[in-house]
Structure formats: C-alpha cells, structure tokens
C-alpha cells in the first residue's frame, strides 16, 4: 500500500523545527473551519492521530469550559486526517453520521486522539466506524465521538 500524499507530507514536515505548526496550518487552510479551534497535530501514522488544542476564549462556552463543538471539531480533524493517513491511495473517504458523547466538563487544554486497531483490509466499499477520546489535562476522558466514514475505491 502507497502512503498518501497528506501522510508524507507529515512525516517530513514533523522533523522540522516548526513543522507540526506549519502542517497543522497547511490542513486548516485545506479546511478552513478547522481553524476555529487552533489544532495542533502532535502525531500521525497509519491508525492513529493526535490534535491537542488550548482552552482559550475562542473555544469556550459561556461557563468558561471548551465548547462542545469544538470537541465535535477536535473528533472531526483527528478523525478525517486519521483516515486518510490510513486508507490506501486507491480510496477516499468521506464522513457519514458522527455520535458524541460529553462525559465531563472540558475545564483544560485537551487532546483528541483517534485510533483504528486493527486496521482493516480496504478492497471494497464499505462504512469505517472511527473512535476519537478527547481527554483532558489530566488524561481523563471528557468526549468521545464515533464518526462512521464511508470507505469507497476510486472511480477512474
């Protein structure tokens, strides 16, 4: 399986000072809303995906905790780049439903990480169901969201 031009991408922009600042940049300006909530990627590899963000006032509710859509766009992110650093490049993806469950207040900087064990073999069509924690400073988790993709072989 090829690697995707994105995973690339992160694997020789992370080695260099200010790379995963300027990768991070680079996804936001691919899809801007994702810039609302300042992501930083901290980790990429097949199956795996890690964003933190900073609690600060663009992301709070008004009880000063991070917004719940924000989380939502945490689980997005990580999601999304996580799948198409997974998938092989004879495929896309595209996100189908997505379940959120908001199991505390989010009262720190956070961290979403979505995860994919094991990796399935990708041959034909087929729903993704990808699990992202956000945890908070403290490792606890405060979200937790399962976005389905669909998976499908590309045409031409």
Known sequence: MSQTSLLSTWQRMSKWVGGKWMFS???CLKAPYF???????????????????????????????VHAIAMCNMAEIAGGIMTDATIPVTHRWIPMRMSVEYIKKAATNLRAVAELTPIPTFVEAAELPVTINILDAKDQVVCRAVITMWVSPKKG
């Open 35 to 65: 810039g609302s909530i300042y992501p930083r990627f901290e980790e990429l590899r097949p199956g795996y995906c890690e964003v933190r963000i900073k609690k600060w006032w663009p992301v709070l509710n008004h009880i000063g905790t």
């Open 25 to 27: 940049q680079l996804v």
